[in-house]
């Protein structure tokens, strides 16, 4: 059974920073692709970054330059360094780890930023 536990989230100033964690346990594959997605209040979830095992990274044309993803595939970890941060990027951030056709989710952690 897979799990991705987060971590990292909470409350930050307009223009402040924060760095979100996700492990990522069970059995699955090597070749894979985590990343981070965010719900907003009345809105749909959106792709905010993804990272394949490889390094490849591809982010939401509103985070970029602001935010960073990386991973550590010997720990099945990703982050996500958010600089910059602002109001409009307060949501629920859940990890996300897609291996073939299966898709595993975290159970999402509070971002909050106030002006």
């Known amino acids: 059974q897979v799990q991705l536990v987060e971590s990292g989230g909470g409350l930050v100033q307009s223009g402040g920073s924060l760095r979100l964690s996700c492990a990522a346990s069970?059995?699955?594959?090597?070749?894979?692709?985590m990343g981070w997605y965010r719900q907003a209040p009345g809105k749909q979830r959106e792709l905010v970054a993804t990272?394949?095992?490889?390094?490849?990274?591809n982010y939401a044309d509103s985070v970029k330059g602001r935010f960073t993803i990386s991973r550590d595939n010997a720990k099945n970890t990703v982050y996500l360094q958010m600089n910059s941060l602002k109001p409009e990027d307060t949501a629920v951030y859940y990890c996300?780890?897609?291996?073939?056709?299966?898709?595993?989710w975290g159970q999402g952690t509070q971002v909050t930023v106030s002006s």
């Open positions: 069970g059995n699955f594959f090597r070749i894979n692709r």
């Open positions: 990272i394949t095992n490889g390094g490849s990274s």
């Open positions: 996300h780890l897609h291996v073939f056709a299966s898709d595993y």
